[in-house]
């Protein structure tokens, strides 16, 4: 079975930015759509941003939108989100998923454990 792993978490200002990554081990995950979710204490995973299979469209949520950017290298098995002008709100657990139904629906999505992201004030 495939897996994904995340990288890239850490402590930065608000203000600041960051890059995750997810790599996959395995070259199928190149044929899947991947997202990003993240999941903040006390509250429900939200959906972050997505990416199509090949690169081909984007999606990312309202509360992101102009300073987060979703991207995918498929050569590297790699799929990255920058993220800019950082806010505290963005603080969470950022998780990496590949839909292998590439239907948009990600109740059985392959996940990553996960990488911290921690913006201060």
């Known amino acids: 079975q495939g897996q994904l792993v995340e990288s890239g978490g850490g402590l930065v200002q608000a203000g600041g930015s960051l890059r995750l990554s997810c790599a996959a081990s395995?070259?199928?995950?190149?044929?899947?759509?991947m997202a990003w979710f993240r999941q903040a204490p006390g509250k429900d995973r939200e959906f972050v941003a997505t990416?199509?299979?090949?690169?081909?469209?984007?999606y990312v949520a309202d509360s992101v939108k102009g300073r987060f950017t979703i991207s995918r290298d498929n050569a590297k098995n790699t799929v990255y989100l920058q993220m800019n002008s950082l806010k505290p709100e963005d603080t969470a657990i950022y998780y990496c998923?590949?839909?292998?139904?590439?239907?948009?629906?990600?109740?059985?999505?392959?996940w990553g454990p996960g990488t911290q992201v921690t913006v201060s004030s």
């Open positions: 395995e070259r199928t995950f190149s044929t899947y759509d």
């Open positions: 998923a590949a839909d292998p139904s590439n239907s948009g629906s990600w109740s059985r999505a392959y």
């Open positions: 990416i199509m299979w090949n690169g081909g469209r984007t």
